[in-house]
């Protein structure tokens, strides 16, 4: 069973940043070969996917109200996978999810859609305000 853990949650002010990573819980289990995404939960609102990224990194999806703030990365050597969050709006408050699929991402379009997904993390508290 794949189990993975979220970090770099936190409070920042609008128009800050923060970094969030996504680690699988045992060593020797590699993220290598899944598709990985974020996903956030704000309070009284349904789960939200927010971007993804397939196992070699070649394609990636981002919801709208993230595109050229968000940007998903992963390090296969160090089995993590990253959300670099810049210019944070205080709309963007919510628990963030990490996610694996061992379903590659399909293309739809001039799109690559995220996959359902298999495994999930329990998510770290993202908060922004002044």
């Known amino acids: 069973q794949l189990q993975l853990v979220e970090s770099g949650g936190g409070l920042v002010q609008p128009g800050g940043s923060l970094r969030l990573s996504c680690a699988a819980s045992?060593?020797?289990?590699?993220?290598?070969?899944?598709?990985m995404g974020w996903f956030r939960q704000a309070p009284g609102k349904e789960r939200e996917g927010v971007s993804c990224?397939?196992?070699?990194?070649?394609?990636?999806n981002y919801t709208d109200s993230v595109k050229g703030r968000f940007t998903i990365s992963r390090n296969n050597a160090q089995n993590t996978v990253y959300l670099q969050m810049n210019n944070l709006k205080p709309e963007d408050t919510a628990v963030y999810y990490c996610?694996?699929?061992?379903?590659?991402?399909?293309?739809?379009?001039?799109?690559?859609?995220?996959?359902?997904?298999?495994?999930w993390g329990q998510g770290t508290q993202v908060t922004v305000s002044s």
């Open positions: 990224i397939s196992s070699s990194s070649d394609r990636i």
């Open positions: 996610a694996a699929s061992a379903t590659a991402m399909r293309r739809y379009g001039d799109n690559w859609l995220c996959p359902e997904y298999d495994y």
């Open positions: 045992r060593f020797t289990f590699s993220l290598d070969f899944y598709t």
